[in-house]
């Protein structure tokens, strides 16, 4: 996915939100859905955006599908803003 997308994907703030929570550790979407107050298909749908800009990734143990941040891209992203530092 290309920068711009990621950053419009980052533009939202419960988007934000989720990558923050997920930087604790992995959370279903039960988890996520109470901890913002959201119902599960705005929950989905952000999930679906964040999941399209490869910024989490899921996975399922037992009956539930856990989220977990995806911090390649991230590593990827600061790369990418860090070759338009200035010279000293």
Known sequence: MSETNIF???????????????????????????????????LSYHLKLLKN????????EKNYIYYEINTTVFDDLILWINQFGGKK
Do not use: C, F, H
């Not at 923050?20 to 705005?42: D, F, H, Q, Y």
């Open 53 to 60: 800009a490869d910024l989490i990734s899921e996975y399922k």
């Open 8 to 42: 419009k994907v980052l533009a939202d703030s419960q988007r934000r939100d989720i990558l923050v929570m997920l930087r604790e550790g992995r959370l279903n979407a039960g988890e996520i859905s109470e901890k913002l107050k959201i119902t599960p298909a705005a």
